[in-house]
C-alpha cells in the first residue's frame, strides 16, 4: 500500500547519558514536514508536530526560519494550524488552522507586511483544506467535504448543508441506507459527503464550488501528496479524480483541467488506463508534470514521472527509476525537476531533465519532504531511524547541511542506538534481501533479537524516523531489531517489488526465515530467544508464522489479515484483494484459502499478541477478533488489545503510549531467559 547523512546533521547524546528512549521520549519529539520556500528564496515556512499526552492529541503549529540559517520563529500559537503556502508576492502566508471553539479547521490568511494578523478565508460546516494561491496571486482554491446536490457559492452551499445536518438531527435516526460499496473508507463512514474543490478571490468575495457532484474531487490517497494545482496562467485548476461508480474496485484516476470560472472538466489522461496523481505545471507555463502508473486495480503499480508540452500535446515518460517516483518538484526556471526515489531503504535526491535525463542530486541520502529554493539548492526534512527529524539545506552535489535543532536539547541526554547497518542475505530464488540491523546503545555481550515485519506488502523499511513503528524504541528496550524488506519490498527494483502478488507467504515467508537465521549468527545476538511483530501485511506475516512455524518466542500481529475472503466482504478499497489474489472469491477461491492465515489455524503453538482497532476500514475488526478466537479456542496463550476508537493505525497519544507499554511488556515476557530446572 518504502544512508547516510552528513555528521554534522547526526544528533550526538554523550555515552552511557543513562537516561533512556522510552515511549514516553518518543511521542515528545518534535517532527517537521512540509517545507516551503519564499519566492525571493530567503525563508522556509514548515509545520511542527509534537503528541500532547495531556491534549491527547497532536499539536501542530507553523514556524518560519531563515534559509540560510537563523533562529526559526513560531509563527502560530494556536496548536492546531499546519499546510503553509507562500502568495506568488511572498506578502502573505495561507494557512489551514483551527481556532479555539472551532469544530472544523478553516483557512486563514495571515498578511506579513501587516504584521502578520490573520484574516479568516473560509468559515464552513466541514471546513476546508490544502489551500493555494495561483501564480498571479488573484485566487485561492481549497477543498471542504459537501453534501451533493449543495451547490452554488459558499454560503449556499454551507445554508443546504446545515439544513441537512439539522433535519438529521431532528430525526432522531441513526441508521444508514447504502447503494453503493464506497460508503466508508479508511476510518469513517462517509455519510453522503464528498470532497470538492472550491475558488474564491484572494482579496475577498464569494467562494464557487467547482466540482458539483456525486464524486471526490481530488481523490484521497493514502500517504498523497496535494493533487490540485493551479496552471501557470491561473485559468485552471488541474485535479486528480475518478468517477464514483468505479471507486471501490479501480484505480484509475485521471487529471482533469477546470476552468476557475466555472465548467465542465476536460480529462488530460483519458489514453492511460492506470492512475494519475500529483500534477505540478511548469512556472513557465510550457509542460505538466505528474506521477503515473500504466495498470488499473494495481495501486502499487510503478509510479512513473510524465511529461506532457502544453504546446505540442506530447507525452512522454522522463523519470522511470525501477522504482516509484515519490514527491517531486520544478526548479524555478522550469528546465528540470528534482524528484525522490527510495532505493534500498533510502531515499534520494535526482534531478531530471526535460529530454529524460536522470542523475543523482547528491550521493547523500535525505528524504522525500522538500521544496525547491530559486537557486537550485533544497530545504529537506532529514532523519534516521535513531536520528529525529530536522530541516536541513542542500546543494546539489554535496551533503545536507542543518537548518533547525528542534530535538537537540531534548536528545542530548539521551542514549540512543546508533544508526543501522546493512544486513543482505540469498533469497531462494537468488535475489538479494536487504534488512537493517539496529542495535540497543551500548550493547556489550549478546541481546534476543526482534523481527519487524512492514506493510503493504508493497511498503519498506526506512532509514527514516517514524512515531508508529519506531525501530529505535524497540532497540532501546534491550533487542537487537531486524528491519527485513523482503520480496514485495519497494526500492530494490520492480520486479522484486511485484514478486508478493498471488504469493503473500511464499518467498516473502522464506526471505524473513533465512534473515533470521542469519541474524541469529550475529555475534552480538542471543538465538533462541527471537519474537517477531508486524502491522497489516507484516501482522498478516505474523498470523501465517504462527501457523507454519514454532521457532519464535512470541509474536505480535496489529490489524493483520486473518482470512482473505472474509476481509474482501468487508473492506473499502476492492481492488486490492482482486489484484493482490487475482481476482475475486468467488472466482479464486482456491487462491484465497491457500494464502489465509486461517486455513492454517490448526498449527497455532505460538504466544501472541493481537492488536485492533474498531475503525479500521482497511483491515476490518473481524480480522483481529477471528485471530484471537482461533487462539483462544485452541488454548494457546494471547491477548487482545482493542482500540474502539482507533483505525489502522494508533495514532491518538495516549493509545500510542499504551500501544507501546503493551508491545514491550508482551515480548519482554516471553523473550526472557527461561529458568532452569532444579535437578
Known amino acids: 500500500m518504502r544512508f547516510l547523512i552528513a555528521v554534522?546533521?547526526?544528533?550526538?547524546?554523550?555515552?552511557?547519558a543513562g537516561r533512556p528512549f522510552t515511549p514516553e521520549e518518543l511521542l515528545a519529539t518534535r517532527r517537521l514536514d512540509d517545507p516551503q520556500i519564499s519566492p525571493d528564496g530567503k525563508l522556509v515556512a514548515f509545520t511542527v508536530r509534537q503528541k500532547s499526552l495531556e491534549a491527547n492529541r497532536d499539536l501542530k503549529d507553523v514556524w518560519i526560519v531563515p534559509f540560510q540559517g537563523g533562529s526559526a520563529r513560531q509563527f502560530t500559537r494556536d496548536g492546531r494550524s499546519e499546510h503553509p503556502r507562500w502568495s506568488p508576492d511572498g506578502k502573505k502566508i495561507l494557512v489551514v488552522g483551527q481556532r479555539a471553539g472551532q469544530d472544523q479547521a478553516q483557512l486563514w490568511l495571515y498578511d506579513l507586511e501587516a504584521g502578520g494578523d490573520?484574516?479568516?478565508?473560509?468559515?464552513?460546516?466541514?471546513?476546508?483544506?490544502?489551500?493555494?494561491?495561483?501564480?498571479?496571486?488573484?485566487?485561492?482554491?481549497?477543498?471542504?467535504?459537501?453534501?451533493?446536490?449543495?451547490?452554488?457559492?459558499?454560503?449556499?452551499?454551507?445554508?443546504?448543508?446545515?439544513?441537512?445536518?439539522?433535519?438529521?438531527?431532528?430525526?432522531?435516526?441513526?441508521?444508514?441506507?447504502?447503494?453503493?460499496?464506497?460508503?466508508?473508507?479508511?476510518?469513517?463512514?462517509?455519510?453522503g459527503k464528498r470532497t470538492h474543490v472550491f475558488v474564491q478571490p484572494a482579496a475577498g468575495g464569494p467562494a464557487r464550488d467547482l466540482t458539483p457532484g456525486d464524486s471526490d474531487w481530488p481523490t484521497w490517497r493514502l500517504g498523497g501528496g496535494d493533487d490540485l494545482a493551479f496552471t501557470a496562467d491561473g485559468n485552471e485548476i488541474i485535479v486528480s479524480a475518478k468517477p464514483a461508480q468505479r471507486e471501490a474496485w479501480s484505480t484509475n484516476g485521471d487529471l482533469w483541467a477546470i476552468p476557475v470560472g466555472g465548467g465542465a472538466p476536460k480529462n488530460l489522461t483519458a489514453d492511460n488506463h492506470g492512475d494519475d496523481a500529483r500534477p505540478r505545471p511548469s512556472p513557465d507555463g510550457r509542460y505538466l508534470a505528474w506521477l503515473s502508473q500504466a495498470r488499473d486495480g494495481y495501486e502499487s503499480d510503478q509510479w512513473k514521472l510524465k511529461?506532457?508540452?502544453?504546446?505540442?500535446?506530447?507525452?512522454?515518460?522522463?523519470?522511470?527509476?525501477?522504482?516509484?517516483a515519490s514527491a517531486f518538484v520544478w526548479r524555478r526556471d522550469s528546465k528540470g525537476i528534482v524528484a525522490s526515489v527510495l532505493k534500498r531503504g533510502r531515499f534520494y535526491l535526482n534531478t531530471v531533465s526535460l529530454d529524460g535525463k536522470v542523475a543523482r542530486f547528491s550521493e547523500s541520502a535525505t528524504g522525500d519532504d522538500f521544496d525547491v529554493a530559486p537557486d537550485g539548492s533544497v530545504a529537506v526534512v532529514v532523519s534516521g531511524m535513531a536520528r529525529p527529524p530536522e530541516l536541513a539545506r542542500q546543494a546539489a552535489g554535496v551533503a545536507p547541511q542543518p537548518v533547525t535543532r528542534f530535538n537537540a536539547e531534548q536528545y542530548a541526554?539521551?542514549?540512543?542506538?546508533?544508526?543501522?547497518?546493512?544486513?543482505?542475505?540469498?533469497?531462494?530464488?537468488?535475489?538479494?534481501?536487504?534488512?537493517?540491523?539496529?542495535?540497543?546503545?551500548?550493547?556489550?555481550?549478546?541481546?534476543?533479537?526482534?523481527?519487524?515485519?512492514?506493510?503493504?506488502?508493497?511498503?519498506?523499511?526506512?532509514?527514516?524516523?517514524?512515531?508508529?513503528?519506531?525501530?529505535?524504541?524497540?532497540?532501546?528496550?534491550?533487542?537487537?531489531?531486524?528491519?527485513?524488506?523482503?520480496h514485495g519490498s519497494t526500492g530494490y527494483g520492480h520486479k522484486y517489488e511485484e514478486e508478493i502478488s498471488r504469493d503473500w507467504g511464499g518467498l516473502a515467508y522464506d526471505d524473513i526465515l533465512r534473515s533470521v537465521d542469519a541474524a541469529e549468527k550475529l555475534p552480538f545476538v542471543e538465538p533462541g530467544r527471537t519474537c517477531a511483530a508486524g502491522a497489516s501485511y507484516g501482522g498478516y506475516?505474523?498470523?501465517?508464522?504462527?501457523?507454519?512455524?514454532?521457532?519464535f518466542r512470541c509474536l505480535v500481529s496489529h490489524d493483520g489479515v486473518y482470512d482473505i475472503a472474509a476481509m474482501y466482504g468487508s473492506t473499502e478499497e476492492l481492488w486490492f484483494p482482486e489484484f493482490e489474489m487475482g481476482g475475486p472469491p468467488w472466482e479464486v477461491p482456491e487462491t484465497y484459502r491457500k494464502w489465509s492465515p486461517s486455513t492454517y489455524a490448526k498449527n497455532f503453538r505460538t504466544p501472541t499478541l493481537v492488536v485492533q482497532g474498531e475503525l479500521d476500514f482497511r483491515v476490518p475488526v473481524e480480522q483481529g477478533l477471528g485471530m484471537f478466537t482461533a487462539l483462544q479456542r485452541q488454548g494457546v496463550e494471547s491477548r487482545l488489545l482493542y482500540f474502539p476508537d482507533e483505525g489502522h493505525w494508533v495514532l491518538k497519544p495516549r493509545n500510542s503510549q499504551l500501544w507501546y507499554h503493551t508491545v514491550f511488556d508482551w515480548i519482554r515476557s516471553h523473550s526472557a531467559p527461561r529458568k532452569q530446572a532444579n535437578r
Open 413 to 486: 541526554g539521551i542514549d540512543m542506538p546508533g544508526a543501522p547497518t546493512d544486513l543482505w542475505i540469498d533469497g531462494k530464488d537468488g535475489s538479494k534481501v536487504h534488512s537493517f540491523v539496529l542495535q540497543p546503545a551500548n550493547l556489550s555481550g549478546r541481546a534476543p533479537l526482534l523481527v519487524l515485519i512492514h506493510g503493504g506488502p508493497q511498503g519498506a523499511w526506512e532509514d527514516q524516523w517514524g512515531m508508529r513503528w519506531n525501530e529505535a524504541a524497540f532497540a532501546a528496550q534491550g533487542y537487537v531489531v531486524l528491519a527485513v524488506n523482503p
Open 307 to 324: 511529461l506532457r508540452d502544453l504546446r505540442t500535446g506530447r507525452v512522454s515518460v522522463i523519470g522511470d527509476f525501477d522504482d516509484d
Open 118 to 191: 490573520a484574516r479568516q478565508v473560509t468559515s464552513l460546516t466541514f471546513g476546508a483544506d490544502l489551500g493555494t494561491f495561483s501564480p498571479d496571486g488573484k485566487w485561492i482554491a481549497y477543498t471542504s467535504e459537501v453534501h451533493p446536490g449543495c451547490s452554488g457559492t459558499t454560503a449556499e452551499v454551507d445554508s443546504c448543508i446545515k439544513k441537512r445536518l439539522e433535519e438529521q438531527q431532528a430525526s432522531k435516526v441513526s441508521a444508514r441506507i447504502i447503494d453503493h460499496v464506497f460508503a466508508r473508507h479508511w476510518t469513517e463512514w462517509k455519510d
Open 541 to 551: 506475516m505474523v498470523d501465517w508464522i504462527a501457523g507454519h512455524t514454532d521457532r
Open 8 to 16: 554534522t546533521l547526526c544528533l550526538s547524546p554523550a555515552a552511557f
